[in-house]
């Protein structure tokens, strides 16, 4: 069964570093999205990417935080500096866009970082 | 903006007996979905079963049913003959029904023990 995978699944980095987490979507899912997710609570999107444009990245901290999906597949989420406050699970999760409609979000194993 | 409460931060439930988690939710909005969602520790987040607000019948899936009140905006979830494996965290999530709007918007989870 195809899976959406992330990579790193752990990251320890310094404060003020910079960091980058990658995601690879189902194939053939044309929308991708980023969540957040603080320990105890639920998940919260970070951005939404259909195809390569971003669709919502009303909750993206874009003062640090950047995020691309240059060819529509594959994408990067990136931190610099990285702050304590940012220490979090981040979850990729994408669902297929067919007929104008969006089908079931499949989630990613997720990159738990810890800031330093 | 939509919010998704979960008033049950944890719940126990014995082995092969039926256990109800809660949700209850705020929006404007007419048209949209509701899902719940399992997260079970250190794996990805997976779908339990999804509820279409325009539809009466209340969904279900093997041993997972909602109950789905849309006029007191209730969403609740029982698991019928829980098993092991049935141990995670649970979350409640929204979604709305129209293009461009397709975030999932979690509650803060619902921890389920399985006491054998």
């Known amino acids: 069964e195809a899976e959406v995978a992330q990579s790193p699944r752990y990251k320890i980095t310094e404060k003020s570093q910079a960091v980058a987490f990658w995601c690879d979507p189902i194939?053939?899912?044309?929308?991708l999205y980023w969540y957040r997710q603080i320990l105890g609570q639920g998940p919260e999107l970070l951005v939404q990417?259909?195809?390569?444009?971003?669709?919502?990245d009303s909750q993206l901290p874009k003062d640090r935080f950047s995020a691309e999906r240059l060819k529509g597949v594959d994408s990067t989420l990136k931190i610099q500096p990285a702050e304590l406050g940012d220490s979090a699970m981040y979850l990729c999760?994408?669902?297929?866009?067919?007929?104008?409609?969006?089908?079931?979000?499949?989630f990613g194993p997720g990159t738990r970082l810890t800031v330093t | 903006a939509q919010t998704v409460t979960q008033s049950q931060p944890e719940m126990s439930v014995q082995e092969a007996e039926t256990v109800t988690l809660s949700c209850t939710y705020d929006?404007?909005?007419?048209?949209?979905?509701l899902f719940w969602y399992k997260q079970p520790p250190s794996r990805q987040m997976i779908l339990v079963i999804r509820?279409?607000?325009?539809?009466?019948q209340n969904a279900t899936e093997n041993r997972f049913s909602v109950n789905f009140q849309k006029a007191a905006k209730s969403f609740s979830l029982k698991i019928s003959d829980s098993q092991l494996g049935d141990a995670a965290m649970y979350f409640c999530a929204y979604r709305s029904a129209g293009f461009g709007n397709e975030k999932l918007t979690f509650g803060t989870g619902t921890r389920l023990t399985i006491i054998p």
């Open positions: 999760a994408s669902s297929l866009w067919a007929g104008g409609l969006s089908y079931e979000q499949y």
């Open positions: 929006t404007s909005e007419s048209d949209y979905y």
């Open positions: 509820q279409e607000a325009y539809k009466q």
């Open positions: 194939s053939g899912h044309a929308t």
């Open positions: 990417f259909q195809d390569e444009s971003v669709v919502d």
